[in-house]
């Protein structure tokens, strides 16, 4: 097990890009329980983005109470979400079954980290998972994306599919303050053809988008996002009310 606090993030860096490590155990300072990372996957980049490039660090509000993270992966997000408000109520969806297995295994240690094996979408649905690109090659970990069975072309998994309203209703909650997006094209259904009744509460809405997967993503978030301050740091736009 390696224990990191961020002292040398070259020495970090080597090993997070080493490839004779299948997996790692970290021990990351404010985090309940060692995080583990496949390093077969893009699970380092992700850790890097998040933990040691603080990518979702901007402007944030100081409090919060329920938070939604849309495209969970692994759960990192969730944890840097979690140690900034130990108070909060988090709903981690994430559609990949295998991330979504280290996902709950990242957030074991929270009672009020809830995962759900699903894909966020415009309406409740049942969508196939995409595991290669148009030309074939593997998206990876970090990249798989969703699509109707007339779009997926058979695919071999699928997933669920839920609204933010089908989640709020799940777990009784009224809102959420923080709404972390980021479902490889996906946002172009979600804030094209969605209800987006949900935003009128949320404070910040944090997103990235997928033009190179769907080309309108862009142009659908900021229709949906007109009238908020926007902010940026690295791919994330941030969207406050």
Wanted: hydrophobic fraction near 40%.
């Amino acid at each position: 097990m390696l224990f990191v606090e961020f002292k040398n993030n070259k020495i970090l860096t080597a090993i997070l890009n080493s490839e004779k490590i299948s997996s790692i155990e970290l021990a990351v300072k404010g985090i309940k329980s060692p995080v583990t990372l496949r390093m077969n996957e893009s699970d380092q980049s992700v850790f890097s983005q998040v933990f040691v490039r603080r990518g979702y660090l901007y402007d944030l509000p100081e409090k919060v109470s329920f938070i939604l993270d849309a495209g969970a992966n692994i759960g990192l997000a969730a944890l840097w979400f979690k140690r900034r408000y130990p108070t909060a109520t988090i709903i981690a969806v994430e559609p990949d079954p295998q991330n979504y297995v280290y996902l709950q295994r990242n957030t074991a240690a929270y009672d009020d980290i809830h995962c759900v094996n699903a894909a966020l979408w415009h309406k409740t649905d049942q969508l196939d998972l995409l595991y290669n690109d148009d030309t074939g090659k593997e998206l990876g970990a970090w990249g798989v994306q969703v699509a109707t069975e007339s779009e997926g072309g058979g695919a071999n998994a699928q997933c669920a599919a839920y609204t933010v309203s089908d989640l709020l209703e799940k777990f009784g909650i009224s809102h959420f303050d923080i709404a972390k997006i980021d479902i490889e094209g996906a946002e172009y259904e979600l804030f094209k053809f969605g209800d987006l009744g949900w935003l009128d509460k949320t404070e910040l809405v944090i997103a990235e988008t997928h033009d190179r997967i769907k080309p309108e993503s862009s142009a659908a978030v900021e229709a949906a996002m007109s009238g908020r301050r926007v902010g940026r740091r690295g791919e994330n736009l941030f969207y406050f009310k």
